[in-house]
């Protein structure tokens, strides 16, 4: 009933206007790194960003081809090839590769300053087929959860660094309405010994179930991170759902037939940034954000078997990524609390 209730919501919602993003902070300060941007909301989103001028937009696409295509698309579509145009630097991200996560982490190490006040972890995929990463880990998997959650911790420190008490800095996360069906796969995880492994195996869901449990999985890890966040905290934490957008990854999946219902990516791309900007950031903490608004996550999330997965979800990436990067455990230990 649940599902069949924010269906129909949702398709009343999209076709409500959504607000242009607006902010009084002053961007012209800010470093902002928007991943996924050579196609879809994250271009929407950091062309937003680049007409702003901020201190520095970093723009991440797959590789550096596609990297040096975007940062050109983007400087076009704001008519700013010149000297006048905004501080704009695209870098190389793969997703799929725990090895580009960590060197993306080292890059901006590398900076200067390591500025930082905005991570909009925007990167996704939907698969018609299991396909298994170098890393070992089926594709949904990695690049729309464990990756992200490791580009997240990895940046953390930085967040913090550059936040201040008047302005925190902002994590953002892309997640989807389609978390509400990902409990169905999932209710039964109390009896599994490992919920990682166990969701790793060809045997466990068919893969277009991957991606509605991977934006499960992103929800609940928003909870668990907002959860171990110092008060008041240095960064602002939420999910975000974009609404069905005419993408090229809404193509790939079920929702393909509700086309008339879609949003132009841009319209999309407004939440995104109204977490990402606006100065309602401490009553989004923690959250899930629909249609520019604080909405509700799946009720599971919320039940007594919701909380458990999520506590022993998160053990367990974080004694996952731990193995990958050995700043892991010191991340955690300094910047977040035990609970």
């Not at 975007?70 to 190389?92: F, M, Q, V």
Request: aromatic share 8%; proline share 5%.
């Amino acid at each position: 009933m649940e599902e069949i209730l924010q269906f129909c919501r949702l398709l009343w919602d999209q076709r409500k206007p959504l607000p242009i993003p607006t902010t009084s902070d002053d961007v012209s300060s800010k470093v902002f790194m928007v991943v996924g941007t050579d196609t879809g909301l994250g271009h929407e989103a950091s062309v937003f960003l680049a007409r702003q001028k901020p201190k520095l937009l970093v723009a991440t696409s797959r590789d550096s081809t596609k990297c040096k295509l975007t940062r050109e698309a983007i400087l076009k579509r704001i008519d700013s090839g010149n000297s006048d145009g905004p501080a704009l630097e695209a870098w190389p991200l793969e997703m799929s590769s725990f090895d580009s996560v960590r060197a993306t982490a080292d890059r901006l190490a590398a900076k200067g300053d390591s500025q930082l006040n905005v991570l909009v972890a925007n990167a996704g995929v939907i698969c018609d087929d299991f396909n298994y990463t170098p890393n070992g880990w089926e594709l949904t998997l990695q690049v729309n959860y464990l990756s992200t959650v490791l580009l997240s911790l990895l940046l953390l420190p930085y967040l913090v660094k550059s936040s201040t008490t008047d302005s925190p800095s902002r994590l953002v996360i892309v997640s989807s309405s389609s978390h509400y069906s990902g409990y169905r796969v999932v209710k039964e995880a109390r009896t599994w010994d490992r919920i990682l492994e166990t969701i790793n195996s060809k045997e466990f869901a068919i893969p277009k179930q991957m991606y509605c449990i991977s934006k499960l999985m992103s929800v609940m890890f928003v909870r668990e991170l907002k959860a171990r966040l110092p008060k008041p905290t240095p960064v602002i934490v939420c999910a975000v759902d974009p609404g069905l957008c005419y993408t090229e990854m809404m193509l790939k999946s079920p929702a393909k037939s509700l086309t008339w219902f879609a949003r132009t990516a841009e319209e999309g791309s407004r939440t995104l940034l109204h977490a990402a900007i606006s100065d309602e950031a401490h009553a989004m903490h923690g959250r899930y954000m629909t249609s520019c608004k604080v909405g509700e996550e799946s009720t599971f999330v919320a039940s007594p078997d919701g909380k458990e997965l999520s506590r022993r979800l998160w053990d367990e990436t974080i004694q996952l990524l731990s193995q990958i990067d050995s700043r892991i455990p010191e991340i955690t230990e300094k910047y977040l609390r035990s609970i």
